[in-house]
């Protein structure tokens, strides 16, 4: 799965030319400059005539192997924007990391919110929650918990009319589940199943698999890759690649449980200096094309 940073600026009047250029400068220096290895793409601006006042808008989208990475390259592309909004007077700015909002400081510049401003601009999450309540409601007829979390699982069967009932919804964050249902399904992995879970700290339902082994099941990452934490270098997976959902976002869980991970998941050397990977993982299948 891949995000991206979205950003807008609207204002009465348009650009002017020496504005425009001075846009392009920041972006070339930001793109020429771009200190990582890894890379989804340049800084992007949309070429458009302004149209209902907006006069700057873009997306870039991020790479998505490793969290540290995500966040390292989300602030330096952060820093490309704050240098153009400083730039440009009077506007009204929408900047967010997928459907996240992302926060204009005074002093600094666009950063991300802290956990608790995050917990409290719960609207969109607030609307997920219910979207999801309601699917819960009409998919599952058991209620798991593990490691602390419930956890709904949705029958394989009816991945079809769920996909359906997602797509024809307005609910925050379609897109993503979406497109996760689709690649569930495409992969089809007899032992992940799909599962609505109530995580986060009680904040948020979200779709994640679950892979069942020994009869139990666990939550998991789906991973296409891992940045090797020795020597940097970004580890493309060619097979299915499972994390344990612990070790792949520390916030997924209550803060004090500390789930069993069965020994199936190993950690493997890198791609290039051999060295052990800082995760562990579990390849299940091999990639469709
Ligand atoms: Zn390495």
């Known amino acids: 799965m891949s995000y991206s940073l979205y950003y807008t600026a609207k204002r009465n009047t348009p650009l002017t030319d020496t504005e425009n250029s001075s846009v392009k400068n920041i972006v070339e220096k930001y793109n020429s400059e771009y200190p990582f290895k890894e890379k989804a ?20 989208k991020l ?26 007077h009077d506007c009204q700015w929408t900047v967010t990391f997928d459907d996240i909002n992302i926060i204009y400081d005074k002093d600094t510049g666009w950063r991300f919110s802290t956990d608790e401003e ?8 607030k609307e997920n929650n219910s979207a999801m309540e309601k ?37 925050p964050l379609k897109e993503r ?7 569930l399904k495409e992969i089809n992995i007899p032992e992940i199943y799909l599962s609505i879970v109530f995580a986060y700290g009680g904040h948020l339902y979200d779709l994640i698999p679950c892979y069942k082994y020994d009869r139990k ?12 934490l020795e020597c940097r270098q970004p580890n493309t997976f060619n097979n299915i690649t499972l994390m344990p959902m612990y070790e792949s976002d520390v916030d997924f869980l209550p803060l004090d449980v500390t789930p069993e991970i069965p020994p199936v998941f190993k950690k493997i050397p890198c791609q290039k200096c051999g060295k052990l990977l800082n995760r562990r993982f579990l390849i299940v299948g091999i990639l469709p094309n």
């Open 217 to 228: 099941l666990y939550h998991v990452s789906l991973k296409n890759g891992w940045v090797c």
């Open 177 to 183: 589940h979406l497109s996760f249902i689709k690649y």
């Open 118 to 125: 995050y917990s409290k601009s719960t609207v969109p999450f």
């Open 41 to 60: 793409e340049d800084f992007c601006v949309y070429e458009f005539a302004s149209k209902n006042d907006i006069i700057f808008n873009g997306s870039t």
């Open 135 to 171: 699917l819960i409601y009409k998919y599952c007829n058991k209620e798991y918990t593990i490691d602390g979390v419930k956890t709904y699982i949705i029958p394989k069967e009816r991945y079809d009319e769920l996909y359906h009932d997602i797509e024809i919804s307005d609910m």
């Open 63 to 88: 790479p998505g192997s490793d969290v540290e990475l995500l966040y390292e390259v989300s602030v330096y592309w952060l820093k490309c924007l704050t240098e153009i909004t400083v730039l440009l």
